[in-house]
């Protein structure tokens, strides 16, 4: 692909690709957000969640866009927290698991893709 993009992904952690991929997208303590220009990456830059541990409906996707974010890949995200990133024009893939570096070469391959809501009843999915 070309063109700029930047990918958010919430990690456990701050080891920026090396980092794991957070199984909830919320309650995430980091976020990873990488700068492509086509498929190489430009840039890595970690920053911490400011609203980890505290459940603020729309304040994580704020944020998120707030960084320039144009892609979002989580492991599982709520259905409400897909409809805001998408509405602000950001694309959503679900799904993504191990290291950051893996999910984001599974992204560019084109194995990950789709948005799915994690259940209602799932309490660590905000």
């Known amino acids: 692909m070309e063109g700029k993009r930047v990918i958010a992904v919430p990690t456990l952690d701050e080891q920026g690709l090396d980092g794991e991929v957070s199984s909830h ?3 995430a303590s980091h976020f990873t957000f990488i700068e ?3 498929d ?16 603020q409906p729309g304040q994580v996707p704020t944020f998120v866009k707030e960084q320039g974010a144009t892609v979002m890949l989580a492991g599982g995200m709520g259905g409400r927290a897909i409809a805001l990133l998408q509405g602000f024009g950001i694309d959503v893939a ?31 999915c905000h």
Do not use: I, W
């Open 40 to 55: 190489r990456v430009v840039e890595c830059r970690v920053m911490a969640n400011p609203f980890a541990g505290s459940h």
């Open 36 to 38: 492509l220009e086509g």
């Open 94 to 124: 679900t799904g993504a698991a191990g290291t950051v570096k893996e999910a984001l070469e599974a992204y560019l391959r084109g194995e990950l893709q789709g948005s799915a809501p994690c259940r209602d009843d799932d309490p660590g």
């Open 25 to 27: 997208f919320g309650p």
